[in-house]
Structures are given as C-alpha cells and as structure tokens.
C-alpha cells in the first residue's frame, strides 16, 4: 500500500470536480470562482476530532464569509450522513460527499495512515485555500480542529 502524496502545490490550479453536497444537491468547485474557498478534508462526520473541527468553522462562520470566504468540507461520507452531522451541529457550510473517493484523491489527501500502532488507508486531514482565480494558495497539512479558523485567517493574511 502506498503513502499519501499531495503533488499538488501553491500556484497550481486546483483540480474542478462535481459531487453532491448534504442535500443531494450537485455541488461543483467552479461555482464558487471569484470567490476564496477553503477546502477541507477531513475523515469521518460525528467523530471527535472531526467535530471539533466542523464546530470551529461553524462558530467562526460569520467572520470569514465577512472576508469573502466559502467553506467546504470533503469527506468519504456520503450526503445522508453529511445531513445527519450537519443538522446535530447546525453546520452553515457545504459539506461534501465523496464515496467514490474521486475528489481525495484527485487532492492527494487519500492514502495510508497509522493509528495506535494499526495502518490502514484513510483521509488525511488537509485543507487547500483556492484563491478568486482557482489557483491553490496554500495547503495546512497540520491543521489544528479546535483553531482551525484562525489558523486559515492567519495563513491567509488577515
């Protein structure tokens, strides 16, 4: 089994893709151009870090959709589960559903991790900030859940 390897970089154009989000409703990575979009990958819904993670991006909402900033979160889970995590959190942003694990891995996100002394293939918490042009701006591959927000303002600039 191989290690995960994001060969995506700043600069590079980040890869367009089209799923659905917790509605069922087709979702695209083109929609949001002209906008700031923070893309992050995460796990598992309801899980502890994940949550921890999903809830700090949704107490810090407001202030980046105030900077011109759209969330989407990506996970293997499929949009039924996506709705479930979204409605106990109240969670205001997307959240996508990659089954198919198409999105990871065109990221580079999909790939072997170790846990408690077990490895087995997962998704590696990492988030992409596409910029206005859909240009990738940064990527935080040690992304701190419970500061998450400030972590993307503070990479970001603002």
């Given at each position: 089994m191989e290690a995960h390897v994001i060969t995506l970089k700043p600069g590079n154009k980040a890869p367009d893709f089209t799923?659905?989000?917790?509605?069922?409703e087709p979702v695209s990575l083109k929609d949001f151009k002209g906008k700031k979009v923070v893309?992050?990958?995460?796990?598992?819904?309801?899980t502890p870090t994940c949550t921890k993670e999903a809830c700090n991006l949704r107490d810090n909402f407001a202030l980046l959709k105030k900077k011109g900033i759209v969330v989407l979160g990506?996970?293997?889970d499929n949009?039924?589960?996506?709705?479930?995590?979204?409605?106990?959190?109240?969670?205001?942003?997307?959240?996508?559903?990659?089954?198919?694990?198409?999105?990871?891995?065109?990221?580079g996100v999909w790939g072997m991790k170790k846990f408690m002394g077990r490895e087995f293939l997962g998704t590696h918490r990492t988030t992409f900030l596409i910029n206005e042009n859909g240009?990738?701006?940064h990527i935080i591959e040690k992304v701190k859940s419970g500061d998450h927000?400030?972590?993307?303002?503070?990479?970001?600039?603002?």
């Open positions: 799923s659905v989000d917790q509605d069922g893309l992050y990958f995460y796990p598992e819904d309801d990506i996970s293997p949009s039924k589960k996506h709705k479930k995590f979204e409605a106990k959190y109240s969670l205001p942003f997307t959240l996508v559903a990659d089954p198919e694990r198409e999105i990871l891995n065109k990221y240009k990738i701006d927000a400030a972590q993307i303002l503070q990479t970001w600039g603002f």
